[in-house]
C-alpha cells in the first residue's frame, strides 16, 4: 500500500531530469515529485510544498550529494527572485536540459514522433545580455526590482546580473534619484530598454519621464523602437534569430504576424514581392511604419489589427511564406486554422514556449504540413525558457 503524504513531510530523492517548466522530475513512494531549482542526478531532501493526486511539488531542504551539473550561483538574489532559475547548471548543461525540454514537448504533448537533430545556438554571453526589463516598483517602501520566486512579493534588487550595463546603470540611477511621488498607487512597474548604443528608453503611465526612442542595428538593418513596444531581448543572438527564421525564403508573398516593429518584416522585404505584417500594438505598427520608410521598403504593409481578427476577415492573400511570432501564451486555435486555411507552401513557428509550440505543430501535421527542421536560440541564458524557431513545409 502507497505512503500516504501530507504538505510539509521530508524526503529523500533523487533528481532524475529537469523537465519543462524549469522543475527536477524525482519518484517516492506512490508520488511524482516536482522539485524546484534541482539539477539532474542530485540527491536532496525535500519539503513537500503542494500535493495533487498522485504528484507533489516540494522545495530542497539540503542538497545530500550534488550533480556534477551544479555550480555556485553567481546572484545574491538566486532562489529567492523569481528571475533566473538555471543559475545552479553549469552553462553547458542549462543547454542540454533545454533541448531536452523542447524534445519532450513535442512528444508528450503534441505527439509527434521528431528524430532529427535539434541544434541549440547558444549566447555568447551567459551573463549582461538582456537588453529589456519590466521592474516592479513599491512607491512606499522606495524599493525596486522584481518579484519573488511564485509570489507577487517585490525584492529589492540592487544588481541584476543578465541586464546589460546600460540597463543595470539605469536601475542604479532610478534607486538614487526616483521621484517616488510620482507613483499613486501602492505598486507600479517600470518597462525599460536599451539599443545597440548606450540610448534607454523607459516607460510607465505614472513616470514623468519621457519614452525616448531608441536604435538597434543588425547586420544589414536598422530598427527604431521603444520600451512601450516589444522587441527581442538578447544583444548578441537577434542577427542569428532572424537568420535562422527567415532561412533560404523567397518568393511572391509573405505574412509576418504579430510583427512587432518590423524585426522579420523589413529582411523579409529584400526578398519577396510583396510582405504584410499584423501587429495589434499600434505604437508597434507606427514604428514599424517609419522602419519600412527609413528602409525604403515600399513593398511593406503593416496592418494594425489582432492575427485572429486579420485571418477570420478573409482579406490575406495566399502567401507563400509565413513567419509565426506570437507571445508566449500563444495563438488561439481558429487562428491556426484561419492560417492553414490559406495553404502556405512554408511556415516558420518562432516560439518562446515550447509547449505551446508542440501543440500547434501537433495542428500543422494534422493538416499535412511536415516538420523540415527545428532549431533552438539560448536567448534566456540563465533561466528555463528558450525559443525554438521550427520551420514547416507542405507535404
Not at 531549482?37 to 525535500?46: E, K, P, S, Y
Not at 555550480?71 to 529567492?80: A, K, L, R, T
Not at 541549440?120 to 538582456?130: G, H, K, L, N, T
Not at 525584492?155 to 540597463?167: A, G, Q, S, T, Y
Request: contains cysteine; negative net charge; hydrophobic residues 40%.
Amino acid at each position: 500500500m502507497s505512503r500516504k503524504y501530507t504538505i510539509g513531510d521530508q524526503l529523500t530523492v533523487k533528481i532524475e531530469k529537469i523537465v519543462p517548466r524549469g522543475l527536477g522530475l524525482a519518484f517516492a513512494d506512490g508520488l511524482t515529485v516536482f522539485v524546484a531549482l534541482a539539477a539532474a542526478g542530485d540527491t536532496l531532501r525535500v519539503v513537500l510544498t503542494e500535493i495533487k493526486g498522485k504528484t507533489g511539488f516540494a522545495e530542497i531542504e539540503e542538497i545530500v550529494e550534488p550533480s556534477g551539473d551544479r555550480v555556485d550561483p553567481p546572484c545574491e538574489y538566486f532562489g529567492n527572485c523569481g528571475g533566473c532559475d538555471f543559475q545552479h547548471l553549469n552553462y553547458s548543461a542549462q543547454l542540454r536540459t533545454k533541448v531536452a525540454m523542447i524534445r519532450d514537448c513535442i512528444s508528450r504533448i503534441g505527439k509527434i514522433d521528431h528524430q532529427d537533430e535539434i541544434v541549440i545556438i547558444p549566447s555568447p554571453a551567459e551573463f549582461e545580455y538582456r537588453l529589456r526589463a519590466q521592474w516592479h516598483v513599491d512607491p512606499r517602501g522606495r524599493r525596486i526590482g522584481y518579484f519573488r520566486r511564485n509570489s507577487r512579493d517585490l525584492i529589492d534588487i540592487e544588481r541584476c546580473r543578465v541586464l546589460v550595463p546600460e540597463l543595470q546603470a539605469q536601475l542604479e540611477r532610478f534607486r538614487i534619484s526616483m521621484r517616488w511621488s510620482s507613483f499613486s498607487g501602492e505598486k507600479a512597474q517600470i518597462d525599460a530598454a536599451c539599443g545597440s548604443s548606450s540610448e534607454i528608453s523607459v516607460f510607465s503611465p505614472e513616470l514623468l519621464e519621457p519614452t525616448n526612442e531608441i536604435t538597434f542595428r543588425t547586420e544589414h538593418e536598422r530598427y527604431n523602437f521603444s520600451a512601450r513596444s516589444f522587441f527581442q531581448g538578447n544583444r548578441y543572438l537577434i542577427d542569428t534569430l532572424v537568420e535562422i527564421a527567415i532561412g533560404d525564403s523567397k518568393g511572391e508573398i509573405a505574412l509576418d504576424l504579430y510583427s512587432g516593429v518590423g524585426l522579420f518584416s523589413l529582411p523579409l522585404a529584400r526578398r519577396f514581392k510583396s510582405v504584410i505584417g499584423v501587429e495589434d500594438n499600434e505604437a508597434a505598427v507606427e514604428m514599424a511604419n517609419r522602419n519600412a520608410e527609413a528602409a525604403n521598403a515600399a513593398n511593406l504593409d503593416f496592418y494594425a489589427a489582432s492575427v485572429r481578427d486579420y485571418l477570420a476577415s478573409g482579406e490575406a492573400p495566399k502567401p507563400d511564406f509565413v513567419l509565426l511570432d506570437p507571445p508566449r501564451a500563444g495563438t488561439e486555435k481558429e487562428t491556426i486554422q484561419n492560417l492553414i486555411d490559406l495553404d502556405p507552401e512554408r511556415v516558420s513557428y518562432v516560439a518562446c514556449e515550447p509547449s505551446i509550440l508542440a501543440r500547434d505543430l501537433r495542428r500543422f501535421v494534422d493538416r499535412g504540413y511536415r516538420i523540415a527542421k527545428i532549431t533552438a536560440i539560448d536567448l534566456f541564458p540563465q533561466t528555463h525558457h528558450v525559443e525554438t524557431v521550427a520551420h514547416l513545409s507542405r507535404t
